[in-house]
């Protein structure tokens, strides 16, 4: 298994405190990636990293921020968590841009938002 | 805009059966189409993946088919065990980009 670690893997907050979540990964990996998953979604991509200090937004990046300091760790805050945030978040990890780089997940963090 | 269209929902297949998911896509500049395999609890893990200047690809008891003409892929688990029941995402990323577009996934139950 790829060296992802989600931290935490559950939690539950109230609306209106901000949460951030983290991952991180020994492979040394350029790229790593947040997605949510929600029933009837699929998994939606909220931001990505090419690189220490440079991030892109995904389809659902309202509400979200990131930040990436480390190679090794990549942030995921919700500034004023909203119960519409509440979601199984997914950390991937990949090694470099182009054809055929497979993204390796994490196991998640559970988020409630009550 | 949903570019990954997957079916069905979920599915359910007879030990040993043929299960079969289907996907289609909108955006001609897809290039890259992996197939996830995700288990309760659990993140998904690449099953296998295709690129369309190829129309089959087979590891295993799993097959995607590619019908580039079509928008269309698919993917095939032959002799179906319980151990296979799991949700499936298909997923697409266009040429030149990290990103991926996935399905909305399909719940498959092997019953014994």
């Known amino acids: 298994d790829a060296g992802i670690t989600q931290s935490p893997r559950h939690k539950v907050t109230e609306t209106g405190t901000p949460v951030t979540l983290r991952c991180h990964q020994t492979?040394?990996?350029?790229?790593m990636y947040w997605y949510r998953q929600d029933p009837g979604h699929g998994l939606r991509l909220i931001h990505y990293s090419y690189g220490v200090k440079d991030t892109d937004k995904g389809e659902v990046s309202d509400g979200y921020s990131v930040s990436r300091s480390k190679t090794e760790d990549f942030l995921l805050t919700l500034e004023s968590a909203t119960s519409s945030q509440t979601s199984v978040y997914f950390c991937?990890?990949?090694?470099?841009?182009?054809?055929?780089?497979?993204?390796?997940f994490g196991d998640g963090t559970r988020l409630s938002i009550l | 805009q949903q570019q990954v269209k997957q079916s069905p929902q979920s599915l359910i297949v007879q030990k040993g059966g043929i299960s079969i998911i289907n996907c289609a896509y909108e955006n001609t500049a897809f290039d890259y189409f992996p197939w996830y395999q995700q288990f309760p609890g659990k993140g998904p893990a690449l099953l296998i993946a295709?690129?369309?200047?190829?129309s089959e690809k087979k590891e295993g008891r799993f097959t995607i088919s590619f019908n580039k003409s079509a928008k269309q892929f698919s993917l095939h688990i032959m002799d179906s065990q319980p151990g296979d029941s799991a949700t499936y995402f298909c997923?697409?990323?266009?040429?030149?980009?990290?990103?991926?577009?996935f399905g909305k996934g399909t719940m498959l139950l092997v019953s014994p």
């Open positions: 991937a990890i990949s090694e470099s841009q182009g054809i055929n780089q497979p993204q390796h």
């Open positions: 492979e040394n990996h350029r790229y």
């Open positions: 295709i690129r369309p200047d190829v």
């Open positions: 997923a697409a990323s266009p040429a030149g980009y990290s990103t991926l577009t």
